[in-house]
Each structure stands twice: as structure tokens, then as C-alpha cells.
């Protein structure tokens, strides 16, 4: 099996390339040039989707082929003092860069909106900024000329009191997605609500595929941590889905480690080595190659470490930088 490890969003090892540098609502209300303020969000955003280019020519370096963008890369965007506001065309040049640079060199990105992005809920206004949100995440991969291999990743979300109407209303207002939206989504696994077989029976269902978070699968799995229904996982992202063939492209998941055994759902700054291990080698028989998405507080630092500690390991070989082979 062949694994490739990416991070997420900022770097802890590249200096003075945040994107996600923003403006407070606050501080914008005060200005009182209004197209003054919005240019300056623009120039923000610009400087964000730089710094996000530079991140990828990073990660060139060091043979990285996922990265999750940052959902900061507009300041403000979404925001009711900024209704009506879309950026996105001005910014045009600058999405394009960076999306031809992953293009050009095979990397795979995504985005994952934040957890206010919740379509299971029973509140129209709630839902109404869901889509709004999910649209323009879609819009800035669009923006970026990237196919429908660059994608958003959410969770089923909240329960509300009956997990089982929760998920039947969010089976209904996916459905009600624009098609160009569904064909972009994954659905994950969350570490208090949706475990990973509730998650993965929506995901059939909607016929989406399914990222699973084995941190979360450790600390929200009913009595059940092992893996017994990945061959399942597997089957969800070899759909056709709208005319795109997800046949190319590896299965992701999402690792991290426990932050303390008080705080057992926090993210510790770098990876448990042993307990990503043992998913690679139960899975490894299975699966030919897998995507993994770093999300330890050190981020590509953590990947490096990582990257150090592999190797060293009977049954893995180092194939570069960021990438390795698992043998089952």
C-alpha cells in the first residue's frame, strides 16, 4: 500500500505565510470608507492565496502532495456586515495561480468549512448559510480551475435531540444541494455525534465518499474501534459521480492524536506513531493506495517527524519525502 501524507492549511516550519490573515468585524465597522475597508479585505485575500502558493511550492520541495486549504483565505467572507459581497472575480488572477500549481504538479487540495457548516439542522436560517458557505468554498475550487477531485469536507452534524430524524434531515437537504456542490463533497466521521458506521451509511446513501477520522473512530465508536467496515469505505469512493471518475483517486483519511488522556477529542501536537500503525497494517492487505491528513498541532512539522519515525519501522519503506509503502 502506498501512502501519501499531507497537512493542513498553515505551516509551522515556513515563516511569514499565514493564510489566513484577517481583519475583525469590529476594526471593518470602524473604517468609515466602506470600499476603502472592502479593498483592503481584497488585499488580505490576495496576500492569503499567495501565501498559500508559496505553501504549495513548500510542499513541492518536500515531495507533499495533499494540503487542505485554509477556510480564512477571504477575511470576513460570509459575514453580515459584508452581505452581497463577492470577491471571488477580483481575485481571479490570484486563484488561478494557485490552482495551476497544484495542477501542475499532481497535488491534491481541499478545502474542510468550519463546523457552523451543519446541514442537519432544523433552522432555515442555519441551513441557508450552510449553502451559502459550502457555494462559496465550491466557487473558490471552480475559481482555482481545479475538477471535482478537489473537495469540501464536512460532517453530518448536530442531532438535535433524535440522531435518527438528524440524519434523515440531512440526507433530505443534501439531496437539495446544487449538483455542482454534491459532486465536491466528502462527509467524515465527528468524535461526539455521527460515529464512523452512521457516517458510512450516510455516505452510501447520498452516494458520497467517506473520509474517516480514525482519532474520532477511537473516542466515539460505540464499543467497536476496529476496522471491519473499511472495505465499505473503500467502495464509497468508487462511484462515478456525475460524470467524474473517482477511480484515480486514493481514499483520504484523517489522523491525529489524543491531546492528553484528560483531554482524550484535543489534538496533540504531533502523531502516535503505534496507533497510526496499527490502522496502516490492518488495512494494507486491502488497499492500494491511501491519501492521509495530518492534523497534529505542528502540522508539517509533525509530517516530518513522522516522516523520521516510519521508516525505521519492519514492513515500511520510505518511498520520499512525505510518501511510504506499507507492506501488509
Same mark, same amino acid.
Given at each position: 500500500?502506498?501512502?501519501?501524507?499531507?497537512?493542513?492549511?498553515?505551516?509551522?516550519?515556513?515563516?511569514? =505565510?499565514?493564510?489566513?490573515?484577517?481583519m475583525?468585524?469590529? /476594526?471593518?465597522?470602524?473604517?468609515?470608507?466602506?470600499?476603502? +475597508?472592502?479593498?483592503?479585505?481584497?488585499?488580505?485575500?490576495?496576500?492569503?492565496?499567495?501565501n498559500?502558493?508559496?505553501?504549495?511550492?513548500?510542499?513541492? =520541495?518536500?515531495?507533499?502532495?495533499?494540503?487542505?486549504?485554509?477556510?480564512?483565505?477571504?477575511?470576513?467572507?460570509?459575514?453580515?456586515?459584508?452581505?452581497?459581497?463577492?470577491?471571488?472575480?477580483?481575485? =481571479?488572477?490570484?486563484?488561478?495561480?494557485?490552482?495551476?500549481?497544484?495542477?501542475?504538479?499532481?497535488?491534491?487540495?481541499?478545502?474542510?468549512?468550519?463546523?457552523?457548516?451543519?446541514?442537519?439542522?432544523?433552522?432555515?436560517?442555519?441551513?441557508?448559510?450552510?449553502?451559502?458557505?459550502?457555494?462559496?468554498?465550491?466557487?473558490?475550487?471552480?475559481a482555482?480551475?481545479?475538477?471535482e =477531485?478537489?473537495?469540501?469536507?464536512?460532517?453530518?452534524?448536530?442531532?438535535?435531540?433524535?440522531?435518527?430524524?438528524?440524519?434523515?434531515?440531512?440526507?433530505?437537504?443534501?439531496? +437539495?444541494?446544487?449538483?455542482?456542490?454534491?459532486?465536491?463533497?466528502?462527509?467524515?466521521?465527528?468524535?461526539?455525534?455521527?460515529?464512523?458506521?452512521?457516517?458510512?451509511?450516510?455516505?452510501?446513501?447520498?452516494?458520497?465518499?467517506?473520509?474517516?477520522?480514525i482519532?474520532?473512530? +477511537?473516542?466515539?465508536?460505540?464499543?467497536?474501534?476496529?476496522?471491519?467496515?473499511?472495505?465499505?469505505?473503500?467502495?464509497?469512493?468508487?462511484? /462515478?459521480?456525475g460524470?467524474?471518475?473517482?477511480?484515480?483517486?486514493?481514499?483520504?483519511?484523517?489522523?491525529?492524536?489524543?491531546?492528553?488522556?484528560?483531554?482524550?477529542?484535543?489534538?496533540?501536537?504531533?502523531?502516535?506513531?503505534?496507533?497510526?500503525?496499527?490502522?496502516?497494517?490492518?488495512?494494507?492487505?486491502?488497499?492500494?493506495?491511501?491519501?492521509?491528513?495530518?492534523?497534529?498541532?505542528?502540522?508539517?512539522?509533525?509530517?516530518?517527524?513522522?516522516?523520521?519515525?516510519?521508516?525505521?519501522?519492519?514492513?515500511?519503506?520510505?518511498?520520499?519525502?512525505?510518501?511510504?509503502?506499507?507492506?501488509?
Amino acid at each position: 500500500m502506498i501512502v501519501r501524507f499531507g497537512y493542513v492549511a498553515m505551516s509551522t516550519v515556513v515563516h511569514n =505565510a499565514s493564510p489566513s490573515k484577517t481583519m475583525t468585524a469590529t /476594526n471593518f465597522a470602524k473604517l468609515n470608507d466602506r470600499e476603502a +475597508a472592502i479593498r483592503k479585505l481584497e488585499r488580505l485575500a490576495a496576500e492569503n492565496i499567495n501565501n498559500s502558493l508559496r505553501l504549495l511550492k513548500h510542499n513541492r =520541495a518536500h515531495d507533499i502532495k495533499v494540503y487542505r486549504y485554509s477556510s480564512k483565505l477571504i477575511p470576513l467572507l460570509g459575514h453580515e456586515l459584508l452581505e452581497g459581497w463577492n470577491p471571488i472575480p477580483s481575485l =481571479a488572477e490570484s486563484f488561478a495561480a494557485t490552482g495551476d500549481y497544484a495542477k501542475e504538479h499532481g497535488m491534491r487540495v481541499s478545502f474542510h468549512p468550519d463546523h457552523f457548516t451543519v446541514l442537519s439542522t432544523h433552522r432555515e436560517d442555519i441551513l441557508r448559510k450552510s449553502v451559502e458557505d459550502l457555494d462559496r468554498h465550491v466557487s473558490m475550487l471552480e475559481a482555482m480551475g481545479l475538477d471535482e =477531485a478537489a473537495m469540501c469536507n464536512i460532517h453530518i452534524g448536530g442531532s438535535y435531540g433524535d440522531k435518527d430524524v438528524a440524519g434523515k434531515r440531512f440526507v433530505r437537504q443534501f439531496n +437539495a444541494l446544487e449538483e455542482r456542490i454534491i459532486r465536491r463533497i466528502t462527509l467524515e466521521n465527528d468524535d461526539k455525534t455521527f460515529n464512523a458506521l452512521e457516517t458510512l451509511a450516510v455516505c452510501e446513501e447520498v452516494g458520497v465518499p467517506m473520509v474517516l477520522d480514525i482519532h474520532h473512530h +477511537a473516542v466515539n465508536n460505540e464499543g467497536d474501534a476496529g476496522y471491519g467496515f473499511w472495505t465499505r469505505v473503500l467502495e464509497t469512493w468508487k462511484a /462515478n459521480r456525475g460524470g467524474f471518475s473517482m477511480d484515480s483517486l486514493p481514499p483520504k483519511i484523517h489522523v491525529s492524536s489524543p491531546k492528553s488522556e484528560k483531554d482524550p477529542r484535543g489534538h496533540a501536537d504531533y502523531v502516535d506513531v503505534q496507533q497510526l500503525l496499527a490502522f496502516l497494517k490492518d488495512i494494507a492487505a486491502d488497499t492500494a493506495y491511501l491519501d492521509v491528513m495530518i492534523e497534529a498541532k505542528m502540522k508539517d512539522e509533525a509530517l516530518f517527524r513522522l516522516m523520521e519515525e516510519l521508516p525505521k519501522i519492519d514492513g515500511i519503506k520510505r518511498i520520499n519525502q512525505a510518501s511510504v509503502e506499507v507492506f501488509a
